[in-house]
C-alpha cells in the first residue's frame, strides 16, 4: 500500500493517537500506511482542525511520557545508565511539550498593579 498524501479525517485520528501513546512522530511516519513527516507539517500549517487536535494530542503525550517516568523508575533492570537517559529525555520533553506543568524552569517576574510596569521614582537630597 503507498503512503497517503491527502489529508484524511481518519489518518490524522490515527497520527493523534499514537502521540498520546508516547510515539514520536518519526516513528509514526515510518509506518507504510502513515504520511511522510513533511506531509504531516503541511496538513498541521493548512488545517486548522488538525492543528488543534495535534495540540491536545502533545498535551496527552506529555503526561504519557511523564507516566512512562514513573515505569522506568519502579522497573527492575541492570543498565541504570540507560534508565536515567530515558527518564532525563523523558523529562525534558514533557517540559517542552506542557512547560506549565511539567517544567523545571522557575520564572520570576515583577510587576505593579494588575500587571502594569513597576512605577518608581527618585529622590536627591543634600546633606
Given at each position: ?7 484524511s ?18 516513528s ?16 498541521l ?7 488543534e ?8 503525550q506529555?503526561?504519557t511520557?511523564?507516566?512512562q517516568i ?7 533492570t541492570?543498565d ?7 527518564v ?17 524552569k522557575v520564572?520570576?517576574e ?6 502594569a ?7 536627591v537630597?543634600?546633606v
Amino acid at each position: 500500500m503507498g503512503r497517503p498524501s491527502d489529508y484524511s479525517q481518519e489518518t490524522a485520528d490515527r497520527i493523534c493517537e499514537a502521540l498520546i501513546e508516547g510515539k514520536s512522530l518519526r516513528s509514526i511516519c515510518r509506518e507504510d500506511d502513515m504520511p511522510n513527516a513533511a506531509t504531516v507539517c503541511r496538513w498541521l500549517g493548512l488545517n486548522e482542525v488538525f492543528r488543534e487536535q495535534n495540540a491536545r494530542a502533545r498535551e496527552f503525550q506529555a503526561d504519557t511520557l511523564i507516566d512512562q517516568i514513573l515505569d522506568i523508575a519502579d522497573g527492575e533492570t541492570d543498565d541504570v545508565a540507560r534508565d536515567r537517559l530515558s527518564v532525563d529525555a523523558r523529562k525534558w520533553m514533557a517540559g517542552k511539550l506542557r512547560p506549565k506543568k511539567y517544567s523545571d524552569k522557575v520564572l520570576n517576574e515583577h510587576s505593579g498593579p494588575d500587571g502594569a510596569p513597576i512605577q518608581t521614582t527618585q529622590r536627591v537630597e543634600r546633606v
